[in-house]
């Protein structure tokens, strides 16, 4: 049994001892192919490919092969030398030159500025650009060219409100239908939840006049509960309820909702900003610096940051 077991030791070392001048072998006719594309020391390629063809007997030899032929198949991107010779004026002559279709001044300004036949114009294009991406500050710089002294200008304002309105209440009226038709309690409480975010449209964008605002903010809270009823842990709906009670100055309410929005996993720092204005009402104003101070998260907010820093 021992002689067994030795002689297939020493077949094993005969393998090992044959399988490693092979190896060594094929590390060298690999260097030399790769020497010529890749400038390296030969002695890194030998012993690179040798100790890879060790540790993989007979499959390494193949490997090898398809290794070698791979790195001189592949071809790299060109890489610019001597980039301190650019030439930069030729360089920058190559871009088209841009310049500021509203000129140097803000868009408020630009849309508040003295009529002129050239201030016309420019305030022309200033609301057919904000006419196409519609915010809330976009809404009121329009808003406030109702009363502009050049027709067009107001004519064509009220045509963007008007507009977005009709489309808000299109929206709201379609939805209406649907929530009433629906008798399943999963898509009637999303409906809800629609109709619910609808209707703050007209309050976030101050379409509603005072006459109508008391309304539609029942409405909010009307169907925020209904989707509130199916889904206690909606973190979105119990934020917009915080919001609608905050707009009616109900900030103990408010700040109950935005307490269960936290709770229920919306992100800490887009509910702080509520928050410090619920104590800042309540003239609790080392709160209003504490909570400040733990958004990490509102650096990055250019609106926020001046306050922030203020607070700090």
């Not at 169907?223 to 109900?250: C, D, H, R, S, W």
């Amino acid at each position: 049994m021992n002689a067994i077991y030795e002689q297939l030791i020493d077949s094993l070392a005969l393998f090992y001892l044959v399988h490693a001048i092979i190896s060594l072998f094929i590390s060298i006719i690999a260097s030399e192919f790769l020497i010529y594309k890749f400038k390296s020391k030969r002695i890194q390629y030998i012993l690179f490919f040798w100790v890879f063809n060790i540790a993989f007997p007979i499959v390494g030899y193949l490997m090898t092969a398809w290794i070698v032929y791979y790195l001189l198949r592949v071809k790299y991107d060109k890489q610019l030398q001597n980039i301190h010779s650019i030439n930069m004026i030729e360089f920058e002559n190559e871009f088209p030159e841009i310049n500021r279709v509203f000129g140097e001044a803000s868009m408020d300004k630009l849309l508040s500025s003295e009529e002129d036949t050239n201030n016309s114009s420019l305030k022309m294009k200033a609301l057919v650009s904000l006419a196409d991406n519609t915010g809330k500050s976009d809404v009121i710089l329009i808003k406030n060219r109702l009363s502009d002294k050049n027709d067009e200008i107001r004519l064509y304002s009220f045509a963007i409100i008007d507009k977005l309105q009709r489309g808000i209440n299109a929206q709201i009226h379609e939805k209406m239908q649907l929530f009433e038709e629906d008798k399943d309690p999963v898509t009637k409480a999303k409906r809800a939840e629609e109709l619910a975010y609808l209707y703050w449209d007209l309050i976030y964008y101050e379409l509603a006049d005072s006459d109508l605002k008391k309304f539609i903010i029942q409405e909010v809270k009307k169907y925020a509960l209904i989707a509130l009823e199916f889904n206690p842990e909606n973190e979105k709906i119990n934020v917009l309820l915080g919001k609608t009670y905050l707009t009616q100055n109900e900030v103990d309410t408010a700040q109950e909702y935005f307490t269960k929005a936290i709770k229920y996993g919306i992100n800490m720092d887009f509910i702080i900003p509520y928050l410090a204005e619920i104590y800042y009402t309540k003239k609790d104003y080392a709160k209003v610096k504490e909570l400040l101070s733990t958004a990490k998260g509102l650096h990055v907010n250019a609106v926020l940051y001046p306050l922030m820093v203020q607070w700090e």
